[in-house]
């Protein structure tokens, strides 16, 4: 059974759209912070903001990535990402195929 750090982890966040959601995966992938990004569509967000209620059409994202690159991925995601308070959102697993741990594993950062 795999430990903590070589077990899988996403991440959730939503982007104000589409492309922008497309930019900052292909940079996460690059950089081999991820193994995949689905990037969901549209979906309808609903939320108290500066104390007001308000709602916005977003770009849901689901990052896949290792235990051990969760906290990176985090950090990295909240430099690239154009919110000032971006929702970023992730978790370790504690269950994942061994063939999808093993892919997750080939995806590290280049050296």
Known sequence: ?????????????????RETA????????DEGLIACANIIGEVESVFLWQGERDSAA????????????????IA?????????????IGWRCDAAHPATLAWLALTGPKT
Do not use: N
């Not at 497309?22 to 992938?29: E, K, N, P, S, T």
């Not at 977003?58 to 991925?73: G, M, Q």
């Open 76 to 88: 990295r995601l909240g430099t690239l990402h154009p919110y000032d308070t971006p929702a970023i």
């Open 22 to 29: 497309r930019a900052i995966a292909g940079h996460l992938l």
């Open 58 to 73: 977003e770009a849901a994202v689901l990052f896949k990535t290792t235990a051990a690159r969760l906290d990176p991925l």
């Open 1 to 17: 059974m795999p430990g903590k750090r070589d077990s899988a982890a996403l991440v959730w966040c939503p982007f104000p759209d």
